[in-house]
């Protein structure tokens, strides 16, 4: 791998008598391969690989896998992340302790939204935003397979996020940089970076986080990160949001064993992952606390004295209670009643992709149930048939085959995989339809010989 000139003398300048073994990593150690697991669905799942320290459910793999051809996977066991941006979890945890307001900024595809809905004190609304509307798609499907109920996609322009005053507690802000901790993993990359892009980089990246700075309440929390190396994205725009957005660069405990670097300078503490120190690729995240307080009793939204409708359909929730069931046109949803009145009030101003849980949509006189039931963390499953199906079936369903039914009861059933549902079929006696969303479909024809190359999750 080569990398241009003005990288590598960028480089050793930050890096002096280290730039030798960083290169070394770089030519000659394979970008790792790992896996975050679904805390709300892998409860009695182990792992037998090595642990990812600063992520809890965070592994390593031995070799990288087909993915594809593992329905634990598609039904939103675990998630693809590299082992640097896991880091994340450990800043959450040390930082927020209480219920917030969470905005995840930049979040497609969705690694980092997957991962503060597992982080997240309870009680807490995710609000997962993407300015480009094509990026949605993916993170929708995304946020559905991993199941959690309190999680509002948008598609914003971070000005208009920035309309929200003092709505959110903590704004993670994963941002569009220059990329170069990633041209280890992809090599093409290093072939479209210059001086130039870095340049422009760090200037959107101001303007974004000064875009949405009003939305972030005074106290709140910004955790800011990039998968590059250079100051000039880094620690110069941390300096900057300190200086001129008046906010306080915050300490971050890590234990030496970790491998993990600190800031360049003195004055920005921040986190960096260099290669040749970590099993990972480059990675840097600073958090800051925004100067003031606020009483968060000010931020309660009046309720819209909307009655309630009671549905049949909410026996289909564990812990039905603690929702309100709306209608949609001809779709029904189910909303946490904690923050009912925050969606209501951000569907009004964003535009909104996806919020709480999509129970299913009314045809003639049958409803049928969505597959963001089937995905939800808080499904009753004990309210449907269930199927449990072998390997093969499941691959099958997944690639939308006909599947034969078990069974001469008309109803609609669960397909479930080693305890792991996959979605739903309509049995019709001698027929049944597969229920699986077309757009999510394996189109890959690929035959694979043996469903055990792919032992990525062990039942206990």
């Known amino acids: 791998m080569s990398f241009p000139n003005d990288f590598i003398i960028n480089m050793k300048s930050l890096l002096g008598d280290e730039f030798d073994a960083f290169q070394t990593a770089m030519q000659q150690t394979e970008s790792p391969a790992s896996i975050r697991l679904n805390r709300g669905k892998t409860a009695g799942i ?23 051809f593992d329905p634990a996977f598609h039904a939103g066991a675990y998630y693809v992340q590299e082992a640097s941006s896991m880091f994340l979890a450990h800043v959450v945890a040390s930082l927020v302790q209480e219920p917030v307001r969470c905005l995840d900024l930049c979040a497609a ?28 798609t993916v993170l929708v499907e995304n946020i559905i397979k991993w199941g959690s109920p309190s999680t509002f996609v948008c598609n914003n322009d971070p000005s208009e996020l920035g309309r929200l005053v003092d709505f959110f507690d903590v704004i993670v802000a994963d941002l569009p940089c220059s990329g170069e901790g990633m041209f280890r993993k992809d090599p093409q990359s290093a072939k479209e970076w210059s001086t130039e892009h870095i340049k422009f980089c760090a200037s959107r990246q101001r303007r974004i986080i000064c875009d949405v ?9 910004l955790i800011y990160s990039t998968c590059t190396y250079n100051v000039e994205e880094n620690e110069n725009n941390i300096r900057y949001i300190s200086e001129n957005l008046h906010a306080e660069p915050l300490n971050i405990r890590i ?36 100067s003031g307080n606020v009483d968060a009793a000010s931020f309660v939204r009046k309720d819209k004295c909307r009655g309630k409708t009671v549905y049949q359909q909410a026996a289909w929730l564990r812990c039905s209670e603690r929702f309100r069931l709306e209608t949609e046109g001809k779709f029904l949803k189910a909303y946490t009643l904690k923050h009912y009145n925050d969606c209501m009030y951000l569907a009004d101003k964003l535009r909104m992709v996806y919020a709480g849980i999509l129970l299913g949509e009314q045809k003639g006189r049958d409803f049928v149930p969505a597959h963001a039931l089937a995905m939800s963390v808080m499904l009753d499953v004990e309210r449907f048939p269930v199927i449990d199906v072998d390997w093969e079936t499941a691959i099958s369903y ?3 085959d006909v599947i034969l039914p078990v069974g001469a009861a008309k109803c609609y059933a669960l397909l479930m995989y080693k305890g792991l549902v996959l979605g739903f079929v309509k049995q019709l006696g001698e027929r049944s339809n597969n229920l699986y969303p077309s757009e999510w479909r394996i189109r890959s024809q690929k035959k694979v010989e043996s469903q055990q190359i792919f032992p990525l999750l062990t039942v206990r």
């Open 46 to 68: 182990c792992m037998d690989a090595e642990a990812v320290p600063w992520c809890e459910g965070g592994y390593y793999l031995r070799e990288r896998a087909s993915y594809t």
């Open 109 to 136: 595809p969705g690694g980092k939204a997957t991962l503060l809905c597992d982080m997240l004190p309870d009680g807490s609304l995710l609000v997962c935003n993407e300015a480009i509307r094509s990026r949605c």
């Open 213 to 221: 700075w009003n939305a972030l309440r005074p106290g709140g929390i």
């Open 255 to 290: 234990p030496a064993e970790w491998g993990i670097a600190g800031g360049i300078t003195v004055d920005t503490p921040s986190c960096r992952f260099f290669p040749h120190k970590v099993k990972g690729e480059g990675f840097f995240l600073a958090a800051l606390r925004k």
């Open 398 to 400: 997944l690639r939308k």
